[in-house]
């Protein structure tokens, strides 16, 4: 599990509020992505980053806005969200994209009051 | 129609029970296929992996591919309480992102 971390683990923000989440991985990997994780759903694939360049953004509204300054780190800037985008994010990152292992870190749970 | 379906659950079931964990898909290019598990309060990591058709064991789990009905299982016996987690299939394309199901929460009762 310490091969990616996740800061914080918990954060609770309103809705005018700006935050960030931080992920950091050291397994040498190449790709980083962000995924949130809500109750029953599929795990929802919002970027990817591969070597430092993002490849996808999945119609994620411009409230979020992932930075990766390089291949060990990603953050997530949070700004003006909404209720229901209360759920757990999830950093993982994998030497290669496609069909590459992806290893997870611990999540953020995040809420939105 | 979703690209990946998995029933939620929960599923419980007594120590000891075979357990079986299933995911269907629409992707015919859908070649490699993962099981993940996820304990609460953690991330997934990975299971088994497999490519394309067939069966792969690891100890007590057993992983089957049937390209042909695009339907996937996840078998686990003897099954011990340490099993409890919620365990994620997923699959991709060759040079596509991966595709995750919903994930199936599974409680080994003692």
């Known amino acids: 599990e310490t091969g990616v971390t996740q800061t914080p683990r918990h954060l609770v923000m309103g809705m005018t509020n700006k935050k960030s989440l931080k992920c950091e991985q050291h397994l040498g990997h190449n790709a980083m992505y962000w995924y949130k994780q809500s109750a029953k759903k599929p795990l929802e694939l919002m970027f990817v980053y591969n070597f430092k360049e993002q490849t996808e953004n999945n119609s994620v509204p411009s409230r979020f806005s992932p930075e990766c300054p390089n291949s060990s780190h990603l953050f997530l800037h949070l700004h003006t969200l909404q209720p229901e985008d209360s759920a757990l994010y999830l950093c993982a990152s994998s030497q290669g994209t496609g069909a590459d292992t992806q290893y997870f870190g611990p999540g953020t749970r995040l809420t939105v009051l | 129609q979703k690209e990946v379906e998995q029933d939620p659950g929960p599923l419980s079931v007594p120590e000891g029970a075979i357990v079986s964990l299933n995911c269907t898909y629409s992707?015919?290019?859908?070649?490699?296929f993962m099981w993940y598990r996820q304990y609460s309060r953690k991330g997934p990591e990975l299971l088994m992996y497999t490519y394309s058709s067939g069966n792969k064991e690891d100890g007590r789990f057993t992983a089957q591919v049937d390209k042909s009905s695009k339907y996937i299982s996840l078998f686990i016996r003897d099954s011990q309480p340490s099993d409890s987690a919620t365990y994620l299939c997923a699959m991709s394309a060759p040079r596509n992102d991966m595709r995750f199901g919903a994930g199936t929460r599974l409680t080994v009762k003692p």
């Open positions: 992707n015919s290019a859908f070649q490699y």
